[in-house]
């Protein structure tokens, strides 16, 4: 292994095969934890019985086990780590346009603008329309990007007219600006503030198979694109001009990504709410492993992602005495961790 590029290409598959087992693991593990303990060996009677399509046992147990396996446990751990890995996959995006390692979602203020949009759903009680949240988060992601962008843009910076600098402090600001209207939408929401503050604290209570299968889908369209300018992302990383020269076209492919990344955060966004810091420390996690090169760090990074949220939501689940939403557990795991990253980046 060379200490500065990671692992080979040889052995990505590899890594890519533990992280995946790694993941089937968890998930059994946190399958068999909660209210009611499911011993290992009934979930894979239970789930290959599923797979199978063979008739279910009739046993009263086996009916409780089944019912609490693929009714509520298997879609909120399934939905868990689609979020998780979508996460990660827009904080790669972010720092690889960007070129700095506080590039995220949550500093950029598209993660508040996606809860901006889904607060406004919610207040206007549209979340019994399935597709009115995930849509107005988008929007209210893409909306906050596209303004980031617009308040960022120089036409004297580089080829693409965007300075990383600008557009996190961009970010910063407009984020400041969102968290005060998501102050103002509570004070008007009266009888259902409760629900917005709960859900912008981040849960994945009460998770069904749609909303797996909705992140699922974005998760694999945003992982295609990242993966397919995952080389024209590597080139950027060498610098604008360099990038320029050998063919890249700046503006285009730092539209398209940012536009991926935000969609990605948007669509967790709108089914988990506000979950900081897993797009942000789950790239650098993984570039000790990887390297810089996108094309090995993009499919760990999901798959590391994904683990990283399911631990945390198996914790908040079946470990403490009280559930408490994810979104806190992530806040005050990653917080100090941010503080470490920015601190040794200004030493750089």
């Excluded at 369209?221 to 397919?228: M, Q």
Aim: glycine share 8%.
């Amino acid at each position: 292994m060379n200490k500065n590029n990671g692992i080979s290409f040889k052995n990505t598959r590899f890594v890519v095969a533990c992280f995946t087992i790694v993941l089937l693991i968890a998930v059994l593990i946190s399958l068999t934890m909660g209210y009611l303990h499911i011993p290992i060996g009934q979930i894979l009677h239970i789930v290959s019985e599923r797979l199978a399509g063979s008739a279910p046992s009739t046993h009263q147990m086996a009916d409780t086990f089944r019912a609490v396996i693929f009714d509520v446990r298997l879609p909120r751990i399934l939905t868990c780590v689609a979020v998780g890995g979508a996460l990660s996959v827009s904080g790669v995006l972010f720092q690889g346009i960007l070129l700095n390692p506080l590039a995220d979602p949550y500093t950029l203020g598209v993660s508040a603008g996606a809860a901006f949009g889904a607060s406004v759903a919610i207040l206007l009680n549209l979340s019994a329309t399935f597709v009115s949240i995930p849509l107005f988060a988008f929007i209210g992601a893409c909306a906050t990007l596209f303004f980031v962008v617009f308040l960022s843009y120089s036409s004297k910076q580089n080829a693409a007219g965007l300075s990383s600098n600008n557009l996190i402090l961009s970010g910063i600001i407009v984020a400041a600006i969102l968290s005060a209207g998501i102050s103002f939408l509570k004070f008007v929401a009266n009888e259902q503030v409760s629900v917005i503050i709960f859900w912008l604290m981040g849960s994945f209570a009460s998770k069904t198979w749609g909303n797996f299968w909705t992140v699922l889908i974005f998760l694999g369209l945003g992982t295609g694109i990242a993966l397919f300018y995952a080389r024209d992302l590597n080139l950027i990383s060498l610098g604008n001009r360099a990038a320029s020269s050998l063919g890249v076209n700046l503006k285009r492919i730092t539209l398209i990504l940012l536009i991926t990344g935000s969609m990605l955060a948007a669509i967790s966004v709108s089914i988990s709410g506000i979950i900081g810091f897993v797009g942000l420390l789950v790239p650098h996690m993984i570039r000790f492993l990887t390297g810089p090169d996108n094309r090995r760090l993009i499919p760990v990074s999901l798959l590391a992602g994904a683990i990283l949220l399911l631990a945390a939501d198996t914790i908040t689940r079946a470990v403490l005495p009280h559930e408490i939403p994810i979104g806190i557990l992530t806040a005050l795991t990653g917080g100090p961790v941010f503080c470490w990253i920015f601190k040794k980046s200004r030493m750089r």
